[in-house]
């Protein structure tokens, strides 16, 4: 009004993947005359990292600052905006603490590549220098003594290999053993760490909407939502989610994660829930106790792909190592680096179990080592389709 000055809002440049997600109103402000524009845009433009530490954080003095951290992950995620823009990544990093951080309700809307990362750090166990390594061990003379690294995730921190992470499936006093093959074998020029995870969140984790990828991070309890969702795990701990029922996971990605559990039915349970596919790279799935199966892949529409050497172990008391069960639910098996890259079915009394309709299909080619089962695999006849294996 009154003939000043105009202002223009350009939305033509704005990317096709914000849209539903900017909105702006023209507002009139108290004692101005003409319009301006109110922004109502709840969305995150730029990635970020925000600090947590459970320990010496803050959420009273705290800023989210790496120097000054906030104390949960409750204040931390209340700082993420509701959105999440194309090719933005906001971290949440906690750091490595004596006590627990407590699950709250994670939901956010991601447009394109957007993420929301939930970050640990570990601690290490023991370091060192190699001494010698095939493309499945690394030997350090002495420097593992009576400790259990099983299950625990080995690092190569420098020289030939560097980079590279395993899940432990065994130790020696001298020696462990990997899930899956080195990309690249380390040699007597590389330094590793053996590391145990220092972040861990207490309660059932129950991510909600939006991509979310968890990266060194371990969760007792981890629970199936009302939406089902592909997340993806990295480097995570994962472990059991009922005593009886066995645990439900959400659904997506997991690379070189270790499951445990002493429920009686399974490390991995989809029970006709998540329909979609789950991966599962290098990891180590593990049982104790009386238990009925490891990974359960019931229910149409459930695709499981176990690959790159990844282990299956019933302890020597599950019925099944893997069951697939109904109708158009299928497991795939496959390998990226050669023979030695083959997943380990062991220790159960039936390795693999098809039935009801479920399918197990390989392509002419083998792709599972069974060790320690009264029997390898079985299935109602008809119900299955597996060719070399």
């Known amino acids: 009004g009154g003939g000043g000055a105009s202002t223009f809002l350009d939305l033509t440049d704005t990317p096709s ?168 074998t380390p040699d007597s020029t590389s330094t590793y760490e053996i590391v145990d995870w220092g972040t861990e969140f207490s309660g059932t984790v129950q991510p909600g909407n939006g991509r979310i990828e968890f990266e060194l991070v371990k969760m007792p309890k981890c629970g199936p939502t009302a939406v089902r969702l592909d997340i993806t795990c990295d480097r995570c701990s994962l472990e059991q989610y009922a005593p009886v029922d066995g645990s439900e996971y959400i659904r997506g990605i997991f690379d070189t994660c270790s499951f445990y559990t002493s429920a009686q039915q399974g490390c991995f349970r989809t029970d006709g829930k998540g329909v979609g596919t789950y991966v599962f790279r290098r990891c180590r799935l593990k049982m104790s106790g009386i238990n009925y199966v490891v990974v359960y892949a019931k229910g149409a529409g459930h695709y499981f792909l176990i690959e ?34 083959k997943n380990t079915i062991r220790n159960n009394s039936v390795g693999l179990r098809v039935e009801a309709g479920g399918k197990a299909t390989f392509t002419g080619t083998t792709y599972n080592t069974y060790s320690g089962n009264s029997t390898d695999r079985e299935a109602d006849t008809g119900t299955y389709s597996w060719y070399a294996n």
Not at 26 to 52: C, H, N
Not at 314 to 329: D, E, M, T
């Open 17 to 184: 993947s914000y849209s539903g997600y900017a909105k702006y109103s023209p507002m009139v402000k108290d004692d101005e005359t003409g319009l301006a524009w109110q922004s109502f845009a709840d969305m995150e433009l730029e990635s970020r990292t925000i600090y947590v530490d459970a320990d010496n954080g803050s959420d009273t003095t705290g800023d989210g600052s790496e120097s000054n951290p906030f104390q949960t992950y409750e204040k931390a995620l209340s700082t993420v905006r509701n959105a999440i823009a194309d090719g933005v990544t906001i971290t949440i990093f906690l750091k490595a603490a004596t006590n627990p951080y407590t699950w709250v309700d994670t939901s956010r809307l991601c447009a394109g590549s957007g993420l929301l990362k939930i970050q640990g750090e570990m601690n290490v166990l023991v370091s060192g220098t190699v001494d010698s390594a095939t493309n499945t061990t690394l030997t350090d003379t002495g420097a593992f003594g009576t400790n259990d690294y099983s299950g625990k995730l080995i690092h190569i921190t420098g020289g030939t290999g560097a980079g590279q992470w395993r899940v432990i499936d065994s130790n020696t006093a001298d020696q462990v053993t990997v899930c899956g093959v080195w990309e690249t």
């Open 308 to 341: 790159r050497g990844t282990v299956i172990d019933g302890g020597g008391a599950a019925s099944y190592g893997i069951k697939v069960a109904l109708a158009h639910a299928r497991l795939f098996c496959q390998q990226t680096n050669g023979v030695w890259d």
